[in-house]
């Protein structure tokens, strides 16, 4: 066999895909029996597994079970959106630690924002009694569109610490990075030929603090490759979801980092920087952060543990102060060319007439049909009113926020028709007022798409809510942290106390 000996990584993995017993390990993965004690006293001794006695007997003494210990490492979390949002410390499953709200004030910049959560975080982290060298990675979703440069090749991320990082083989198997999309905005938006620039500049601040492991302290390493730890995600495995285990199949696209503009306008959703983002997270808490829109992390979250969970192929639309889409086609976020896809927000539709919309086009749909101008004819103060409103029975509430469904139907329609999916799922803010949404979503989807493409089509309301978002980044992370690559890396780091990993010798 030529294949290389199973490392530790991926004896976790095997774990966590329910291979329980050191016997069991042995015969998938062909290593012999000191060689599986080995990683398995790795993994334990790195709080990654437990150990129990029990399982079927077959007459001596049961086979000891080998656990997945969730609680071996937190990631943290954190959902941006444009006035709301939440931020929250997740163990090694995404289950939710602790959880603190996120509601920036309304002209809040990112320079603004950032520091704030990483208190928070920092907080959340006292809170729940956990040393911050248990964190093993963070991801954040934003409400801002980005786009991403070339993979770097050697992204210099480090481990300040002293603790378990990820960082090393996720740098050397970095794949393409793939960009983060977000919201709405995409048309006003950024140009790639700006990444390279802005990115660079992230980074020269990112190297300057002291984080850059990969040249001598203080230099800043230019380029592509100085991203590395930086941000980004790939394109395209994002999603494959909590429902597979991270790892199996991913590891080839862990860590990219990228530097990157966010789209930078006059609204005070923008202005983000993944690189700035991941820089500071770095920084703060050495770990390598992963940036991602919020709309492509709250379609993530169902699909790992909502509304979604389960489908393949999936049209997330978000309809709140923006109208976003995310999109889920064979079990893979798509992303578009550069990030774009999905921004239905800003398809014109005929009833839009002349109306402006915010990203300077006329007659978007986002314009008619977001939350901005819902709210421009109603009375209530917000969308978490008009849908109390509407949940109550107002009449008037009710026919607006159907009305509006059946605007954005008559673009979902198009949607269904050009790319099939089994499944629509209605979140964001107005989900709240979710009948009459759906109502009119439905009525225009099915008078409008094809038979064959709403023969078996469902149309449903977001499972998670508000909780989506930090859903999807806890998916998002700890799809990095767990992949086999990433645990090895974290296991052969300098640790206190502990002698280095031996996982992967060339013997077995
Ligand atoms: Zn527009």
Request: charged share 20%.
């Amino acid at each position: 066999m030529s294949r290389r000996p199973a490392t530790s990584g991926e004896v976790l993995r095997l774990v966590r895909e329910g291979v329980a017993t050191r016997a069991d390990l042995g015969r998938v993965t062909g290593l012999s029996r000191p060689a599986v004690a080995a990683r398995v006293a790795e993994l334990l001794a790195a709080g990654l597994l437990t150990e129990r006695d029990g399982g079927p007997s077959t007459g001596g003494r049961p086979p000891a079970r080998l656990e997945f210990a969730a609680t071996g490492g937190a990631v943290l979390v954190a959902n941006l959106g444009h006035s709301r949002g939440q931020i929250a410390v997740c163990d090694l499953a995404g289950t939710v630690l602790a959880e603190a709200p996120a509601d920036p004030p309304p002209d809040a910049t990112p320079a603004q924002i950032l520091p704030r959560v990483l208190d928070q975080w920092t907080d959340l982290l006292t809170k729940t009694a956990i040393p911050p060298h248990h964190v093993h990675g963070a991801a954040l979703a934003i409400p801002a569109a980005v786009n991403s440069g070339p993979p770097p090749n050697e992204p210099p991320v480090t481990a300040p610490t002293g603790a378990p990082r990820p960082t090393s083989a996720q740098a050397r198997h970095a794949a393409p990075a793939s960009e983060p999309r977000t919201n709405p905005d995409k048309r006003r938006g950024t140009t790639p030929t700006s990444d390279a620039t802005l990115g660079a500049g992230a980074l020269v601040s990112a190297g300057g603090t002291g984080t850059n492991p990969g040249g001598p302290p203080g230099t800043a390493p230019t380029g592509d490759a100085a991203f590395g730890g930086g941000a980004l995600v790939s394109g395209g495995e994002h999603v494959s979801s909590a429902d597979r285990v991270p790892g199996s199949g991913f590891g080839a696209e862990q860590g990219g980092g990228v530097g990157v503009p966010g789209v930078r306008g006059g609204d005070p959703g923008f202005g983000w920087v993944v690189g700035d983002v991941a820089a500071a997270v770095r920084e703060r808490f050495g770990v390598v952060a992963d940036v991602e829109n919020e709309a492509n992390l709250a379609a993530l979250g169902e699909h790992a543990a909502g509304a979604a969970r389960g489908a393949d192929d999936v049209l997330f639309v978000k309809v709140s102060t923006g109208i976003g889409a995310a999109l889920i086609m064979g079990g893979r976020l798509q992303r578009g060319a550069l990030g774009a896809a999905g921004e239905i927000g800003h398809v014109r539709v005929a009833e839009g007439g002349d109306v402006v919309c915010r990203c300077g086009g006329v007659g978007c749909l986002e314009a008619v049909a977001g939350g901005a101008a819902l709210l421009a004819r109603s009375p209530a103060a917000d969308l978490a009113g008009l849908a109390a409103l509407a949940r109550g029975g107002d009449p008037a509430a009710v026919a607006l926020v159907r009305e509006a469904g059946r605007r954005i139907g008559t673009v979902v329609a198009d949607a269904v028709n050009l790319l099939n999916p089994s499944l629509v799922v209605l979140g964001g803010d107005l989900t709240a007022a979710a009948e009459p949404l759906l109502a009119g979503v439905r009525a225009a989807v099915y008078e409008r798409a094809t038979a064959v493409a709403t023969s078996r089509l469902r149309i449903e309301p977001s499972r998670l809510g508000d909780a989506a978002g930090l859903r999807g980044a806890a998916a998002l992370a700890l799809r990095r942290v767990l992949s086999p690559d990433a645990v090895d890396a974290a296991l052969s780091a300098p640790r206190s106390g502990k002698s280095h990993s031996t996982n992967a010798a060339p013997e077995d």
